[in-house]
């Protein structure tokens, strides 16, 4: 922002800030204020409503017991009748203890009759009714005797006229049953009762206010009630033009300020111009010796000191500019490590000139691995000079080893050491370690050659590895302003590094479950399909489990959802212990698990499941109580097996039938596994198929059979198979 802007800038917050700030406190009070009073009014509705209802309740309890109260059994439909005459209820039913109706009054309101002792109405209310017991003089149930009164438009307008507020009744869905609002504003009101909670007030975008009024004990009506709003018309409007002229004002005060004020800088903002667009030569006329003149004199030197560097960093920028631009493509174009360091080792030796360079990478056992070498052929004493992994520097031996244990940078002449440390040999060298984005800054000994190695080793500086570059022409030694530039390089390759692994971590993490480790529901997609294609192809066969954990809300719910976690760990972890490394474990959501087995027939997934029946039922699961003391959780699992093809022609289909056949145990008594039942036969035209595929006379698939060769129950993978998780055991 130019000096203009900025004095500008500034007037117009001095001036415009209090304006704001008045408008904002002047919209906001009236709408608390308007907020505040349609509160009062649907909080004293809300009371009228149910002082009302209670009323109503109160009434038909009276009309109900009035009834009930008759001693003569014949006599009560004659006092039905009366208490009807008399406008004390709508309708009287008197029921007897099996539930049959004994008598009801003539024309009463259709069902369903919602209990005035309810606490929430389960469906379209169409009447109240009170409800008392039926009893003989000696105590004994006769069954019951209700009064009721039709919830219809009216009740609800007499609600509407009691109050002096909109009131509309919803039924258990939440859509409108019967309500006293207009047509334009139902659909609004109606969104905004759901958005309501409690006694909290919501309000719709044209102005009304909104509370929800039950269903509660006493009040099983679910209602809504709403007021419009009492702002003035036209408050914001107004409010918003008075911000507007006002600001109008004070762009134009400050414009003339900041340009009177300015117009002194002008020149100096010229020859500033013409410097940006590349003409060094321009200076500016020292006219005064105020601040302005000084400012003119610094850049008139400025300028004459800045085109001296101009022309020596030119042809170095340049070539600088074409290294880095291949590197950033290289870099985003691909994930190939050996790829990327080639290009940083050949970048980072054409800017600084070098020779020769090596790219090292840290092992798991301490030792430096060159990964990318070039102009070293023969000079590290190994078998195979042209390989760049037999460039082996253990860390803290030689230049090399002290660059990674230290984290710090060394450069210099070399000297050999009496004792090989297997690195190149070389006249000058300059070595940069690099490590992690996030790891901790380096830690080690003074940036000089022949300095002992420091304490901490290379895993404590979140060392990766190193990037040197050797010899420069004319035997010269590397400057400081070489180190800068290898530094640059080295965060690349630390960058590059970085990102492989995390590309590594993204891939693994993308297809497992982070709670068990077991294969995730995505994966499930995968390799349902794959398994299924494979099985089509050999003419085998594949079985399916659905295994969901018995009445799991319940160990939430009582221990908590840490020990919940508990139990789908060890459950995991239990499963991959019983099935094969060929076998596939999955976490569909929740509680619910998905094993596959492929080359297993239903003979074998039975005892699968079985076993796994057994060792999750035999071994309760250990976690922590609400105390800190281990408790002991009953666990059980019910399981449904399908076969692929027997019970389902795809994928998808299979996992259904899975799934219904996990319905079926769990309605049979949970703790316990179930077969899918074979589809129903439909027209088919007979074709040829392979042995394997066909199902025994006893009803139970077999994989393997005909002229494959004999397997074990539950039948082992021979063809290729997608990576397998580890069995956990």
Same mark, same amino acid.
């Not at 509160?39 to 009834?67: H, I, K, N, P, Y």
């Not at 005797?145 to 609800?156: C, K, R």
């Not at 960058?495 to 692994?501: G, L, P, Q």
């Given at each position: ?20 700030? *008045?408008?904002?406190?002047? *919209? ?39 009834? !009930? ?24 039913? /008197?029921?007897?203890? &099996? ?11 259709? @069902? ?9 109405? $389960? ?19 006769? @069954?019951?005797? !209700? #009064? ?19 009131? &509309? ?6 859509? /409108?049953? =019967?309500? $006293? ?130 022309? #020596? ?32 080792? =050949?970048?980072?030796?054409?800017? $600084? ?28 004493? &190994?078998?195979?000079? #042209? ?8 860390? *803290? ?6 660059? !990674?244990? $230290? ?153 908590? =959802? ?46 699968? #499941? ?28 019910? /399981?449904? /097996? ?24 769990? !309605?049979?008594?949970?703790? @316990? ?57």
């Amino acid at each position: 922002m130019t000096l203009r802007g900025r004095l500008t800038a500034a007037f117009l917050t001095v001036v415009l800030g209090p304006v704001l700030l *008045g408008a904002f406190f002047v *919209g906001s009070t009236l709408s608390a204020v308007d907020r505040g009073r349609a509160t009062e009014r649907l909080g004293l509705a809300a009371a009228g409503v149910r002082t009302s209802v209670d009323a109503l309740c109160q009434q038909l309890r009276a009309a109900a017991d009035a009834v !009930a109260l008759v001693a003569d059994p014949a006599a009560r439909p004659r006092a039905a009748d009366q208490v009807v005459g008399r406008g004390l209820a709508a309708a009287v039913q /008197i029921v007897d203890t &099996t539930g049959r109706t004994s008598y009801a009054t003539l024309g009463g309101p259709a @069902g369903p009759w919602q209990d005035c002792a309810a606490d929430a109405a $389960t469906g379209p209310v169409r009447a109240l009714a009170a409800r008392v017991r039926l009893r003989d003089p000696a105590g004994a149930d006769l @069954g019951t005797v !209700a #009064a009721a009164q039709p919830v219809d438009p009216a009740f609800v307008a007499r609600l509407a006229a009691v109050t002096g507020v909109g009131v &509309t009744l919803l039924d258990d869905p939440g859509r /409108i049953t =019967h309500t $006293t609002e207009d047509r334009e504003v139902r659909a609004a009101v109606l969104a905004a009762a759901r958005e309501a909670d409690g006694d909290r007030v919501t309000d719709t975008a044209d102005g009304r206010y909104v509370r929800r009024v039950g269903p509660s004990p006493g009040q099983p009506l679910p209602l809504v009630l709403s007021v419009p709003g009492e702002r003035p018309p036209g408050l914001y409007a107004a409010l918003v033009g008075a911000v507007v002229l006002a600001a109008l004002l004070a762009v134009l005060a400050a414009w003339r300020l900041a340009r009177v004020t300015t117009r002194p800088l002008v020149e100096l903002a010229g020859a500033v111009d013409r410097v940006a667009h590349g003409d060094l030569t321009a200076r500016v006329p020292v006219r005064s010796r105020d601040e302005i003149g000084r400012l003119a004199g610094a850049f008139n030197r400025m300028t004459r000191e800045t085109g001296s560097y101009v022309a #020596a960093l030119t042809s170095s920028r340049d070539q600088l500019r074409g290294h880095l631009t291949v590197l950033g493509d290289t870099l985003a174009s691909t994930h190939d490590l050996q790829r990327i360091l080639r290009v940083i080792l =050949h970048s980072a030796i054409a800017a $600084t000139g070098a020779r020769a360079g090596a790219v090292l990478l840290l092992d798991g056992d301490g030792v430096l691995v060159g990964q990318c070498v070039e102009g070293l052929d023969g000079r590290w004493p &190994t078998e195979d000079p #042209a390989d760049p992994a037999t460039l082996r520097v253990p860390v *803290g031996a030689g230049v090399l080893g002290r660059v !990674a244990a $230290t984290g710090e940078p060394l450069r210099g002449r070399w000297e050999p050491a009496e004792q090989p440390t297997g690195e190149p040999s070389c006249e000058t060298y300059v070595a940069v370690p690099f490590a992690a984005p996030r790891a901790a800054e380096p830690r080690g000994g003074p940036d000089r050659p022949g300095h002992p190695p420091a304490d901490d080793d290379a895993a404590e500086c979140g060392a990766l590895g190193v990037l040197a570059l050797y010899d420069r022409p004319g035997a010269d030694e590397f400057d400081d302003g070489d180190l800068v530039t290898l530094r640059t390089f080295a965060g690349h390759a630390a960058v590059a590094v970085e990102n492989v692994r995390v590309h590594e971590e993204a891939q693994r993490l993308s297809l497992t479950d982070p709670l068990t480790g077991l294969w995730n529901y995505r994966y499930l997609r995968e390799s349902i399909r794959r398994e299924v294609e494979r099985a089509n192809r050999f003419g085998r066969m594949l079985s399916v489990l659905a295994l969901d954990l018995d009445r799991f809300k319940d160990v939430n719910d009582t221990w908590g =959802h840490a020990a919940g976690d508990a139990v789908l760990v060890e459950f995991a972890r239990r499963v991959r212990g019983e099935i094969r490394e060929v076998d596939l474990a999955f976490r569909q959501g929740g509680e619910e698990f998905v094993v596959l087995l492929p080359e297993t027939d239903a003979r074998g997934a039975t005892i699968v #499941a079985e076993r796994l029946g057994s060792v999750v039922r035999d071994q309760p699961v250990r976690v922590e109580g609400h105390t800190g003391e281990p408790i002991a959780v009953p666990v059980t699992v019910s /399981i449904g /097996i399908a076969v692929y093809p027997d019970h389902a022609a795809g994928g998808q289909q299979v996992l259904d039938a899975a799934d219904d056949a996990l319905y079926a145990a769990k !309605a049979a008594g949970r703790d @316990g596994y179930r077969l899918a039942r074979a589809p129903d036969p439909v027209p088919t035209q007979e074709i040829p198929v392979v042995a394997a595929a066909v199902s025994p006379p006893d009803g139970l698939p077999r994989a393997g059979a005909g002229d494959a060769a004999p397997v074990a129950q539950g039948g082992a993978s021979s063809g290729p198979h997608p990576p397998r998780q580890s069995r956990g055991r």
